[in-house]
């Protein structure tokens, strides 16, 4: 049987758990707070970030890090990506020396530019053949509430691929092995940001084409972005790409998709961020989406804009101006 621990009680890590019990793995959550993982064990709810959802009693929580890895052959990252640095150098120290590291985790790391991958690895040195990524049209509410899913399980180990596969294959979830970390993990991040653009068009009260618009070229600056960094083409056609970047950006589900929605509709991020305690990726790695576009010469515009949003230096309404007035081009260029 799997020993998997989930670091992070969130809505994804705590429906990634609800997966992993479902595939047949015995799974310790680690939560930030006592009170929640007493709830947890206690009720089998988590009733802050998925209220109503019964949890496998085999799901147990704890605060203590050292007691969450024990013996741990998964160790499952699932924090906000600004915090992984911080949050794994502590647990470190606990994590079993020959366990798989696997990155929930859909976001780019501020002032380095680093893919989540990149992050495990500095700070656990812990190498290739033990790190992958989970990512794909994979929204924690529909997970918890079993509906069907499909997702990729990406690591440059295909052992490894085959490993965590097999520790999450549910009734219910149903992952494919690809070998292109890079390209996984820039989907999953850039999507975010899309998202947000998206979100942004449906608050200025825009309809489906301006929705699709933004979407195919959104896939189309996240392709260009992986092509220099090396990704594969075909991983931005699959779940992690255009499936992930479909499921957020149409679903009112994607906190990334509401969060565009209110800058659409004039809300400043101070205020939008006041009224959620859930995190949405897309506002912090714009930035460093961007950052690591310019560090290897890639035009990104939609992500340009909506970071110019973000840091409210663009209103909603001139970022659609600006997009729509950018010189006419061929549809394929920059490859
Ligand atoms: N929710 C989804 O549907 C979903 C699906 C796929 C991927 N993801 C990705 O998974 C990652 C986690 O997202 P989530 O949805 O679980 O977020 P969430 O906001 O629901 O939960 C985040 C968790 O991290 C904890 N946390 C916040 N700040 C922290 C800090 N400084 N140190 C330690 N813990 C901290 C919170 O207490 C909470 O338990 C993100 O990168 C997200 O993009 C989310
Ligand atoms: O709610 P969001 O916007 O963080 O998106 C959730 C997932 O990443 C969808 O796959």
Redesign the pocket.
């Known amino acids: 049987m799997t020993r998997a621990t989930v670091f992070g009680a969130g809505s994804w890590g705590t429906a990634f758990a609800l997966v992993l019990a479902d595939a047949g793995a015995d799974v310790t959550m680690w939560g930030r707070r006592p009170e929640l993982c007493e709830a947890i064990n206690d009720t089998h709810v988590n009733p802050d970030y998925l209220p109503g959802v019964e949890l496998p009693p085999v799901i147990r929580a704890t605060h203590d890090p050292a007691e969450a890895a024990h013996r741990a052959d998964l160790v499952v990252l699932a924090v906000p990506s600004q915090s992984l640095r911080a949050n794994l150098a502590e647990w470190a120290p606990v994590l079993p020396p020959s366990s798989a590291l696997v990155s929930l985790m859909?976001g780019v790391e501020l002032g380095t530019a680093k893919r989540m991958s990149e992050v495990i690895d500095d700070v656990t040195d812990a190498g290739p053949k033990r790190i992958a990524a989970v990512s794909?049209?994979?929204?924690a509410g529909e997970i918890a509430q079993r509906q069907p899913a499909a997702s990729v399980v990406a690591a440059e180990s295909e052992e490894l691929a085959q490993q965590i596969q097999r520790a999450c294959h549910s009734p219910h979830f149903r992952p494919y092995t690809n070998h292109d970390l890079v390209g996984a993990e820039l989907g999953?991040a850039v999507k975010?940001v899309i998202?947000l653009g998206v979100g942004i068009a449906v608050g200025l009260g825009f309809g489906d084409n301006a929705r699709a618009s933004v979407i195919t070229r959104g896939l189309a600056e996240t392709a260009r972005l992986g092509a220099a960094l090396g990704a594969d083409a075909y991983t931005f056609s699959g779940l992690a790409g255009l499936g992930?970047l479909v499921?957020?950006c149409m679903s009112p589900?994607?906190?990334?998709?509401s969060f565009g929605e209110k800058l659409g509709r004039g809300m400043t991020v101070a205020e939008i961020v006041a009224g959620t305690r859930q995190v949405?990726?897309g506002v912090k790695s714009c930035e460093s989406i961007l950052d690591l576009a310019g560090r290897h010469g890639v035009d990104m515009p939609i992500v340009e804009h909506v970071t110019g949003v973000v840091r409210g230096e663009l209103t909603p309404a001139a970022m659609l101006g600006s997009l729509l007035s950018r010189s006419a081009k061929p549809e394929r260029h920059g490859h």
Do not use: F, M, V
Not at 136 to 139: A, D, Y
């Open positions: 859909k794909g049209p994979n929204l999953g975010n998202a992930d499921a957020t589900l994607s906190r990334n998709r949405a990726e």
